[in-house]
C-alpha cells in the first residue's frame, strides 16, 4: 500500500495550493479518502473527507468554504485545493484511507502517507 502526497510548499496568506494524493496497493474506490493536518505541538486534526462507498464530503469547519476535497478514480488520486489560506493552515499534511464511516476521525482511517508541508506566510 502506497499514498504519496505531493503539491506542498511555501505560500502567502491569501493565496493557494493543490495537493495531490496518489494511491497505489489497495482498492480506491472502496476507502474513503481524507485530508489530516499535524502542526508541531497539536494533534492530528481531520481536514476533508470524501466517502468513497457511501458518497457524501465532510470538512472541518476552519476549512469549509476554503478548501475542496475531490478524486479522480482513473488516477487513483485524492486532491485537496486549498484557497485564501492562512498563517493557521501551515500544518504537514496527510492523506488517508479508511474503510469505515465517514468521519474525520484519524482513527478511523488505515492507510497513511508521509506527509507535505505547507507553510502560509
Known amino acids: 500500500v502506497q499514498l504519496v502526497e505531493s503539491g506542498g510548499g511555501s505560500v502567502q496568506a491569501g493565496g493557494s495550493l493543490r495537493l495531490s494524493c496518489t494511491t497505489s496497493?489497495?482498492?480506491?474506490?472502496?476507502?474513503?479518502m481524507g485530508w489530516f493536518r499535524q502542526a508541531p505541538g497539536n494533534e492530528r486534526e481531520g481536514v476533508a473527507v470524501?466517502?468513497?462507498?457511501?458518497?457524501?464530503?465532510l470538512y472541518a469547519d476552519s476549512v469549509k468554504g476554503r478548501f475542496t476535497i475531490s478524486q479522480d478514480d482513473a488516477k487513483n488520486t485524492v486532491y485537496l485545493q486549498m484557497n485564501s489560506l492562512k498563517f493557521e493552515d501551515t500544518a504537514m499534511y496527510y492523506c488517508?484511507?479508511?474503510?469505515?464511516?465517514?468521519?474525520?476521525?484519524?482513527?478511523?482511517?488505515?492507510?497513511w502517507g508521509q506527509g507535505t508541508q505547507v507553510t502560509v506566510s
Open positions: 496497493g489497495f482498492t480506491f474506490n472502496g476507502h474513503n
Open positions: 488517508a484511507a479508511g474503510a469505515s464511516g465517514l468521519s474525520l476521525v484519524a482513527k478511523y482511517f488505515q492507510y
Open positions: 470524501i466517502g468513497r462507498r457511501f458518497g457524501g464530503i
